[in-house]
């Protein structure tokens, strides 16, 4: 069954420091691959997708991503985190060319000053 | 507006009661979505219309759950005798056309169903 797996419920970071979100996907088929932020009582934002070609995606906000797909991943890096980057983030494989999103259950993150 | 707009944000009823949510998407945008978001999740497809027409409802998860786009732009999503495991956030979204084909999906705020 499709799925996928976000391993880390909570994360702080120290403001300024390097950040990665970890993310696997289980789907038989090319994964289109979504990073989207939530922030409290806001809709879901997208950072970034993949649908095919470099598989270093780069994002909004300064974010980027690598699809592994030997490791069936696609973490989400950032090399310095900034206090208004604290919120939710979710992983998502479309499954099919419609629109049903698989999405993990997300990370949250929170910013030390 | 620029974005996809649903109303109500907030909405608490009583168990057993009706309660219609209205999305209205990015215009221009022929492809809709409907998700459910419970407290500590992700969300969850319920349904996709392309057009007037329901193209996958695979995530409905009752035949008290249902949803319409009479003129392909709005859509009402409608739950019947509600129970208290329906309170949840409803997401709505839009695309361009598939996002198969590249189309990013845009997300509403969400309605804040909760069920009393």
């Known amino acids: 069954a499709q799925s996928v797996t976000q391993p880390d419920i909570h994360i702080t970071v120290s403001e300024g420091a390097s950040l990665e979100l970890r993310c696997n996907y289980s789907y038989g088929a090319t994964p289109y691959l979504f990073w989207y932020v939530q922030s409290p009582g806001q809709g879901l934002q997208l950072l970034l997708k993949?649908?095919?070609?470099?598989?270093l995606v780069q994002g909004i906000k300064g974010f980027e991503a690598e699809f592994k797909r030997s490791q069936s991943s696609f973490n989400l890096r950032k090399p310095s985190v900034h206090w208004s980057d604290a919120a939710e983030y979710f992983c998502?494989?479309?499954?099919?060319?419609?629109?049903?999103?698989?999405f993990g259950k997300g990370t949250k993150l929170s910013v030390k000053p | 507006g620029a974005g996809v707009s649903q109303t109500p944000s907030n909405k608490v009823t009583e168990k057993g009661k009706y309660v219609e949510l209205r999305c209205d998407p990015i215009?221009?945008?022929?492809?809709l979505y409907w998700y459910r978001q419970s407290l500590g999740q992700g969300p969850e497809f319920l349904i996709y219309?392309?057009?007037?027409?329901?193209?996958?409802d695979s995530g409905l998860p009752n035949d008290r759950f249902f949803a319409v786009r009479p003129e392909g732009s709005v859509s009402t999503l409608k739950i019947q005798r509600t129970e208290r495991g329906d309170s949840a956030v409803y997401l709505c979204?839009?695309?361009?056309?598939?996002?198969?084909?590249?189309?990013?999906?845009?997300f509403g705020e969400g309605s804040w169903l909760t069920v009393v």
């Open positions: 219309f392309q057009g007037t027409g329901a193209a996958d």
């Open positions: 998502a494989v479309l499954i099919g060319s419609q629109g049903n999103l698989i």
């Open positions: 979204a839009s695309s361009l056309s598939l996002p198969g084909a590249g189309n990013t999906i845009y």
């Open positions: 993949y649908f095919s070609g470099d598989t």
């Open positions: 215009s221009g945008h022929t492809a």
